[in-house]
């Protein structure tokens, strides 16, 4: 497989490899977590039975494994991730499922090397926004669609919007008094501002371009449950954290629990999260 290398992307790609096991051992609270994006993003582009489905940039597959179970035999599923031991946790999920519609692959969403018009659907969650050149990602989700095809993405939402992972960033950045992450590197708030998903979409020349908020909210029963899941997914703080000084790490850890005690309640923390799920059709004519 061909994969854009460059020093940024290198360091881009290996803060994931870094989580795989992580993601690994989270999976299932994951699918549950993102349930309502997964459905938003069906729902956006009325998956059926029989459609020929890519997911990039997949994690442990939750998005595709699900529509594995919608589009049914008649319809296959693709499953890819720039990490290889991400896809290797996925094509272990699909076989533990049973799903013999799914086959995996190492992926980059920035030079998908999948032919043109290979897809009926393609589905990103969580992906576009960590990438160095989200509008060349979304011109190649274009080009490997269709015509008549459409695409999902889903991005977090602005970071006010999500405090179950803003607390941790902003705790970290008073730790360390720099920005994180720094300017000019992608992160989870890249896409956040509003219409900014939507215009993407619309400068690959997508048509048929909408975009709606779906709430994400994070249950923790515990503050120590938060810490010990939040920063283990988080790719590039994961290994940021492992790598500082334990009187630093307290320091955040302390900063981010008085921050989140405003969501604490009686049966655990209930904190605010958002996602933007765009959609667009590539034109039948293109
Ligand atoms: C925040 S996780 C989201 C995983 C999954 N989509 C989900 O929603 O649960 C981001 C994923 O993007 C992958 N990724 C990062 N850069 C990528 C690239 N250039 N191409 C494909 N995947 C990439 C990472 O390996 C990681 O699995």
Same mark, same amino acid.
């Not at 992906?127 to 160095?132: D, E, N, Q, R, Y």
């Not at 989870?188 to 219409?195: I, M, Q, R």
């Given at each position: 497989m061909v994969v854009i290398t460059d020093p940024v992307r290198e360091q881009l790609h290996a803060v994931w490899a870094a989580v795989a096991p992580s993601w690994g051992e989270h999976a299932g609270a994951i699918d549950i977590r993102g349930a309502g994006v997964t459905r938003a993003m069906f729902d956006a582009v009325d998956l059926a039975r029989g459609d020929q489905v890519l997911e990039l940039?997949?994690? #442990?597959g939750s998005v595709g494994l699900t529509a594995a179970e919608v589009v049914g035999p008649g319809g296959s599923v693709v499953v890819s991730d720039i990490e290889p031991q991400m896809v290797a946790i996925t094509a272990e999920r699909a076989q533990r499922r049973g799903l013999a519609n799914v086959t995996t692959r190492v992926l980059d969403l920035e030079h998908i090397e999948c032919p043109a018009a290979s897809f009926d659907i393609v589905f990103c969650r969580d992906?576009?926004?960590?990438? #160095?050149d989200p509008a060349a990602a979304v011109r190649e989700v274009h080009r490997v669609l269709r015509p008549g095809g459409r695409a999902a993405f889903a991005v977090w939402a602005e970071r006010r919007h999500n405090t179950w992972l803003g607390a941790l960033l902003d705790a970290v950045t008073a730790e360390?008094?720099?920005?994180?992450? #720094?300017?000019g590197m992608p992160g989870?708030?890249?896409?956040?501002? #509003?219409?900014v998903l939507e215009e993407l979409l619309r400068a690959a020349a997508f048509a048929e371009v909408t975009g709606r908020d779906v709430e994400t909210p994070l249950h923790v029963r515990s503050f120590d449950e938060w810490w010990s899941v939040v920063p283990a997914l988080a790719g590039p703080l994961a290994s940021l954290l492992e790598s500082l000084p334990a009187e630093m790490t307290t320091a955040i850890r302390t900063s981010a629990q008085a921050d989140l005690a405003?969501?604490?309640?009686a049966d655990g923390y209930d904190l605010p999260g958002m996602s933007v799920v765009a959609t667009g059709r590539r034109r039948s004519t293109t």
């Open positions: 940039a997949a994690g #442990p992906g576009l926004m960590l990438v #160095p360390l008094g720099v920005a994180i992450p #720094p300017p989870p708030f890249s896409l956040a501002e #509003p219409g405003t969501f604490a309640g």
